[in-house]
T-cell receptor
Framework: NAGVTQTPKFQVLKTGQSMTLQCAQD?????MYWYRQDPGMGLRLIYY???????DKGEVPNGYNVSRLNKREFSLRLESAAPSQTSVYFC???????????FGPGTRLTVT | DQQVKQNSPSLSVQEGRISILNCDYT??????FLWYKKYPAEGPTFLIS?????DKNEDGRFTVFLNKSAKHLSLHIVPSQPGDSAVYFC??????????????FGKGTKLSVKP
């Protein structure tokens, strides 16, 4: 099992460009999450999907949209990238009610 | 306001000694706590967890202690090994009620274990 996979690993964007971060899990988990990690800030929840067909905002949703494409895949879209969105993005999945989440390797995004 | 706090950004320990990482929380509704370990350029990996109905959980060299009255938990690593050098994140969750399953993370503590 690959667990949680994320693409791309690295990305550089110019301000105003758009892109989609992809995430897939092969553990048949119901719930999926997107986090960002900034230096000294820990991980902050952007959006989550408790189950296929539902999405909800987390702590820092502004500037992002998400799509739960199917049970396996959960994508994060930046419509108009800003330098403040320079960060490392992590996708995670879990099988509620167990709160333990499994994380992907991350995408390092730089917006210039 | 931070609901989960890790007040020590870094900790340095000699190999073979005990490492103690601390975490405080403010929300009394949290009922499940987890520790994650993160190496550079990798995603966090689950280490150990504890439910609020317990005060201790042990897994090999790793033990987590929970003091509900003080809203404090700690992770003990005995003995510490150089491979334990990583950033450790404390996380809290509410198993019941709104946003169940969502994790609130602390800012992390960077542990360095010196040979």
């Amino acid at each position: 099992n690959a667990g949680v996979t994320q693409t791309p690993k690295f990305q550089v964007l110019k301000t105003g460009q758009s892109m989609t971060l992809q995430c897939a899990q092969d553990m048949n988990h119901n719930s999926m999450y997107w986090y960002r990690q900034d230096p000294g800030m820990g991980l902050r929840l952007i959006y989550y999907s408790a189950s296929e067909g539902t999405t909800d905002k987390g702590e820092v949703p502004n500037g992002y949209n998400v799509s739960r494409l199917n049970k396996r895949e959960f994508s994060l879209r930046l419509e108009s990238a800003a330098p403040s969105q320079t960060s490392v993005y992590f996708c995670a999945s879990s099988e509620l009610p167990q709160p333990k989440q499994y994380f992907g390797p991350g995408t390092r995004l730089t917006v210039t | 306001d931070q609901q989960v706090k890790q007040n020590s950004p870094s900790l340095s320990v000699q190999e073979g000694r005990i490492s103690i990482l601390n975490c405080d929380y403010t929300n009394s509704m949290f009922d499940y706590f987890l520790w994650y370990k993160k190496y550079p350029a990798e995603g966090p990996t689950f280490l150990i967890s504890i439910s609020s109905i317990k005060d201790k959980n042990e897994d090999g060299r790793f033990t987590v202690f929970l003091n509900k009255s003080a809203k404090h938990l700690s992770l003990h690593i005995v003995p510490s090994q150089p491979g334990d050098s990583a950033v450790y994140f404390c996380a809290a969750s509410r198993l019941y009620g709104g946003s169940q399953g969502n994790l609130i993370f602390g800012k992390g503590t960077k542990l360095s274990v010196k040979p």
